[in-house]
C-alpha cells in the first residue's frame, strides 16, 4: 500500500467512525486541536483501527506520532513488520 | 426538625449480588471482606485482556411468573423487590395507587437483545429488551398501582431511583415506593469497558491500584415510605431517608471532570437539603469504582467538600465485593449504608499490603479510607454517592435523625412554559413545526424519521468537533434542546448553570445504539467494541451530550417508562420546581427511528403499512419518532428576566392499571385516574377543559383507550371539545409524541397557532375531524400512555 492509500484509508476511517467531516480534514489538519476536537475515546479507537488494518500497535506510543494522518502514516510506516 | 409528613423512612431491604443472594447472605459477605469477582462463565473472553467479573450464582431466578416474559434484570430485581417486599410485611398492593415503583439501570434487557439477534430475531424477545420493562414487572408482581417508571442515568440510576422515590413522598404523590437499580453482565457493556480500556485484568482495587472496573451484575431495593403511613401500620424502620443532590458535569460522556467540583455539588445539595451539618456524616459509601479518573476525582471532592469539618470521615468503596454492577450499583450501596448505619459498622475496601496503605495515606491525609476489615463506629449519617457516564453525580443520605430536610419550599409558585424546541420528521424547529400544520402535512410513508442537517448545528452554533461525537438520539436530543434555549431567550452562563436542570424522558432511549453494538460485537468479538460507540448505548447518553452542548449543570435526569415518559418528564420537572432545587428546568421527550425500531413496531404487529391517521381503526400506526424539549420556569425567575411566556403548567398526574408489560388493553380505567390526578393537582374540574391534546395515533387498540377514557371524564361535552392528535403529522414518535402534544397545547394557548385539525368523537363512537380554532381555548388536556396498563396527564393553561 502506498503512502497515499494508507493516508486515504486513514482519513475514511476518521469520516466513517468517528464523525468527522471530510471537507475539513486534511492530511495535516491537527486532529486533536479545537476544530476537528479529537480526545482519549477517539485515540482508543484510532489504535484499534491501525492494529487490526495495518499490524502496527500504537498503545503507549507519545501523543505526537496522533497529531495528524500524516504523522500516524509516518509512525504506521516506520513500524510495519 | 423535618415535619411528619415530608419524613421518609426505609421499612425493607432486598438485595442480590455476587457475594449473596440476599440481604443476610450479602451483609455476612461484607463484614467478612468477601470478594464476587471470579474469572468469567457467561461471556466470550477470546482475545480480551480482562477476563473477570462478579456475577451473581442463583439457581431460583425463575422462581416467579411467566419467567419467559421476562429478561434476566427484571428476574434479579423482582427476587430483591420480593424479599425487601417480605421484610417490610407488605404483600400484592391491588393496583393501589399510593405504591409506585422507581427502578434504575443501564444496560436494562440487553441479555435479549442478545438472544434476539444471534437467535432467531423472536417477536418474544423485544418487550424484554427495554429498560421501561423492569419497573412494570415489578409493579405487576406486586400490583403496585401509582407512578412506575425507570431512572436510566447508567452507574448513577440505583442511587436517583431512590431519592425520586421520596421526592414523590414529599410531593404527596405516594404513600409507599419500590426504588432501587438492576443489571445483569453480559457482553455489550464487557466489551464496551473493554473498548474503553477502562476493565482491570487483575480485579478492581479501588482508591488503591486504581486500573480499572470490574463490571459487577444484581440488583437492590429499598422500600422507602411516609413516616407517617409507615408509624399507622407499626412498620419496622430502619431509618430516615434525608436530602439528596443531583448534578451534571457538563463536560465528557464518559470520563468524570477531574476537578470533582459537580460532584461536590451534588454532595453539598444532599447535605444541605437534609438540613444536617458536614460533621454529622460518618461513613461515606464511595462510588469507588477503581479507574484513576474516578477515584482521584472523588477523592478531590471529598478533601475539599469534607475539608476541616469533618476532616477524618471515613470513606470506602465496596466494589471490590459486588464489582460493578452499573445501575444497581447506588441501590445496593444503599443497602450497604444502611445496613452499616443501622449496625454502627464501616465497611472496608481490601487488599491493601502496608505499603499500600501508607501510599493512600499520602494520597487522602486525614480522610479515614476503611481497608481490609470492617469495623465498630457510631454512626448518625451516612453518605452514598454515584457518578454516571454523561456526567451525572447524586449523593443522597441516610439517617438516624429526620433532620430538617427541605422539600416542596416552592410548591406555591407558578410554572411558566418559555420555551419550545420541537425536532420532527415536519422539520427541525418550531418555525418548521407550525409551517407544517399550516400546510396540514401528513406523514409520507409508514415509517418516517427526523433528519438533522448540517444546516441546525451551523444555525446554533454547534462545531463539528462536538456533533460528529453524537449518535441519532443525541443529534435529535441536542437540537430540540439547544432550540428550546434559543426560543426561550435563555443563556446559560456560569451564574446560572447550576439553576437549571433536564429531564429527559424516552421510550426506548439507546435500545437502537445498544442494538448496534451488539451487532458489531457478534461480528467482530467482544475484543472488538467501539470506544467511541459504546456511549451511546446508556439511556443517558442523549440528556449527557445536551447537557455538554448547553453547558447546564443543575439536576439531570434520564427517566424511560413508554411513550409517556414525554409527559412524566414534565411532571417530574414541575415537582423539582415546585421543591426548590432549580429555577428552570427544560423537560424533554425523545425517541428515534432507526430501522430496528420499525423492525421492532413490525415485529410486534404494531407498525401500519401504509399511512394511516388517528381514530383510523387500524390494526396498527405510522412509526415515527422525534425530540421536543420545553423550557419550564419557575414564574418570578422567567418573568425578572422579561421571558415570554407561552402558558402555565398548572397540574400532572398519573394512573396504573397492571397488566403485562407490552400491553394496554384492560387498563382503560387508569387513564380516568390519571387525568382526575392531573385535574386535581391543578385545582379545577373536568369542565374546565377546553380541548385535549391526545395520543391516539390510528391503532384501534390504543385510540379506544383515549376516546372511552375521555368520554367518562368529560360526558356529553366531548362531542363539542376538540382532540388534537400530533401523531397525525409526525406518526407515533413514543415520548417525542407525547412532548410534541404538550408543545401543540403550548402553542395553541399562546396563539402561535391559531388553530389545528381537531378530532371530535360523538356520542355513538363515531370520530369527524375538522378544523378548530385556538382562540378560547383556556385550558388543554394533555394525555399519554406506556405498556404496562401507566398513563400520565398534564394540564396547561392561559
Known sequence: MSSEEMKSKLKSFFMSDLGVDGDVLQFDTPLFGEEIGLDSVDSLEIISFVDSNFGVSMTGVAKENFQSIDTIAAYIEAHKA | MTPDERRCVVTGLGV????????????????????????????????????????????????????????????????????????????????DQRVSVVIGSCVGGVLSIEQYHQ??????????????????????????????????????????????????????????????????????????????????????????RCNGITLGEGAGIVIVESYEHAQKRSAKQYCEVL??????????????????????????????????????????????????????AEITAFKNFFGEDNASVSVSSTKVMTGHCLGAAGAIEAVFSIKALTTDTVLPTFPYSEEQSA?????????????????????????????????????????????????????????????????????????????AVKADKKPESASVHSTIALDDYKELGIKMAFYRKLDNLGQLQTVSGMRALQDANLQVTDDN?????????????????????????????????????????????????????????????????GPLSGLDSIGYSMNVIHDGQEQAMMATGTDENLPIITEFAQKLGVAATDVVAPFADNEGCVVGDGSVSIMLEEEGYAKARGAKVYCYALGFGHGRKNVKFGKL????????????????????????????????????????????????????????????????????????????????????????????????????????????????????????????????????GK
Open chain 2, 359 to 435: 501510599a493512600l495515606k499520602e494520597k487522602v491525609g486525614s480522610l479515614d479510607f476503611v481497608q481490609n476489615k470492617a469495623r465498630h463506629k457510631e454512626l448518625k449519617c451516612v453518605l452514598s454517592n454515584n457518578v454516571a457516564f454523561g456526567g451525572t453525580n447524586a449523593a443522597i443520605v441516610f439517617s438516624k435523625v429526620p433532620g430538617e430536610v427541605s422539600a416542596q419550599s416552592a410548591k406555591a409558585k407558578k410554572i411558566a412554559v418559555t420555551g419550545l424546541g420541537i425536532v420532527s420528521p415536519l422539520g427541525n424547529s418550531k418555525a418548521a413545526y407550525l409551517e
Open chain 2, 16 to 95: 442480590i449480588c455476587a457475594v449473596g443472594n440476599n440481604v443476610e447472605e450479602t451483609w455476612k459477605s461484607a463484614l467478612e471482606s468477601v470478594s464476587g469477582i471470579h474469572k468469567t462463565t457467561s461471556v466470550d473472553t477470546v482475545n480480551c485482556y480482562a477476563d473477570l467479573a462478579a456475577e451473581v450464582k442463583c439457581d431460583t431466578l425463575d422462581n416467579l411468573d411467566a419467567p419467559e416474559e421476562k429478561d434476566r434484570v427484571s428476574k434479579l430485581c423482582i427476587k430483591a423487590a420480593n424479599e425487601a417486599l417480605a421484610d417490610a410485611g407488605l404483600s400484592n398492593f391491588g393496583d
Open chain 2, 243 to 296: 436530602g439528596s443532590g443531583v448534578t451534571s458535569d457538563a463536560n465528557h460522556i464518559t470520563a468524570p471532570r477531574e476537578d470533582g467540583v459537580c460532584l461536590m455539588e451534588a454532595i453539598n445539595r444532599a447535605v444541605k437539603n437534609s438540613g444536617i451539618d458536614k460533621s454529622d456524616i460518618g461513613y461515606v459509601n464511595a462510588h469507588g469504582t477503581g479507574t484513576g479518573k474516578n477515584d482521584n
Open chain 2, 497 to 561: 448553570a447550576k439553576d437549571i436542570g433536564i429531564i429527559v424522558g424516552t421510550s426506548e432511549g439507546g435500545l437502537g445504539a445498544t442494538y448496534d453494538f451488539e451487532e458489531l460485537i457478534a461480528r467482530e468479538g467482544n475484543s472488538q467494541g467501539s470506544a467511541f460507540k459504546f456511549p451511546h448505548t446508556v439511556y443517558n447518553a442523549a440528556g449527557g451530550y445536551l447537557s455538554i452542548c448547553s453547558g447546564i449543570k443543575g439536576y439531570g435526569v434520564t427517566i424511560t417508562t
Open chain 2, 665 to 796: 388493553v384492560g387498563s382503560d380505567e387508569a387513564l380516568d385516574k390519571a387525568i382526575a390526578d392531573a385535574l386535581a393537582d391543578a385545582g379545577i374540574s373536568a369542565s374546565e377543559i377546553d380541548a385535549v391534546c391526545g395520543f391516539a395515533n390510528g391503532c384501534k387498540r390504543i385510540d379506544d383507550i383515549e376516546k372511552g377514557a375521555l368520554k367518562r371524564v368529560f360526558g356529553e361535552k366531548l362531542a363539542s371539545m376538540p382532540l388534537f392528535e400530533v401523531k397525525e403529522r409526525t406518526g407515533e414518535g413514543r415520548a417525542g409524541s407525547a412532548a410534541l402534544a404538550a408543545a401543540e397545547a403550548a402553542l395553541l394557548l399562546s396563539g402561535e397557532l391559531a388553530g389545528d385539525n381537531a378530532y371530535f368523537v360523538a356520542a355513538d363512537g363515531s370520530v369527524a375531524s375538522k378544523k378548530a380554532d385556538a382562540a378560547n381555548l383556556k385550558k388543554i388536556l394533555v394525555i399519554s400512555f406506556a405498556a404496562g396498563g401507566s398513563y400520565s396527564a398534564v394540564v396547561f
Open chain 2, 119 to 208: 437467535h432467531g430475531r423472536d417477536a418474544s424477545e423485544i418487550a424484554k429488551m427495554p429498560i421501561a420493562a423492569i419497573a412494570s414487572q415489578v409493579a405487576e408482581s406486586c400490583g403496585a398501582g401509582g407512578i412506575v417508571t425507570n431512572v436510566a442515568n447508567a452507574c448513577a440510576a440505583g442511587t436517583i431511583s431512590i431519592a425520586v422515590a421520596c421526592d414523590l413522598i414529599r410531593a404527596g404523590k405516594a404513600d409507599v415506593v419500590i426504588a432501587g437499580g438492576a443489571d445483569s453482565f453480559a457482553a455489550v457493556p464487557y466489551s464496551g469497558f473493554l473498548s474503553l480500556h477502562a476493565l482491570d485484568e487483575n480485579g478492581c482495587s479501588p482508591f488503591n
